[in-house]
């Protein structure tokens, strides 16, 4: 059984593309989460420790919505635009996933929806 998740908690898909898909009630898999404020669909201000936050706290709210949690998070991809901003987001990403942090994976890329940049998803069992 395949359902998709929406929640208002967390910036809409900017195309076609779900927030998050819940398989047979264990598994959700969440779509890209950018610092993008859902209020307001814009970036956050400030620079990557500030989108950091709010990409990680859109996926913590996606996560929500799909019965699940940060503390259940399987595996995290991360696409970040400039690889010097790596430590800066360990740092960041620390304070989230304080223990037994999930598999990771860290790619560079050359352009991130609305500019942003970092992207995050991840896979996470669920509740």
């Keep these: ?11 809409a898909a900017i195309g076609p593309y779900s927030q998050a898909v819940k398989y047979e009630g264990k598994v959700v898999f969440t779509a890209g989460q950018i610092g ?32 699940s949690a940060l503390s259940l998070v399987l595996k995290v991809t991360m696409y970040l635009v400039d690889m010097d901003d790596f430590q800066t987001v360990n740092r960041v990403y620390a304070n989230y996933f304080v223990h037994e942090p999930p598999a990771r994976s860290a790619v560079q890329v050359t ?17």
Excluded: W
Excluded at 1 to 11: C, F, G, I, L, W
């Design 1 to 11: 059984m395949r359902r998709v998740v929406e929640t208002n908690s967390a910036p």
């Design 111 to 127: 352009a991130l929806p609305k500019g942003a940049l970092i992207e995050l998803d991840c896979v996470a069992a669920s509740k």
């Design 36 to 67: 993008m404020d859902s209020h307001t669909g814009e970036l956050v201000e400030g620079g990557i420790i500030e989108q950091t936050e709010q990409a990680l706290n859109n996926m913590r709210e996606v996560l929500e919505a799909s019965q």
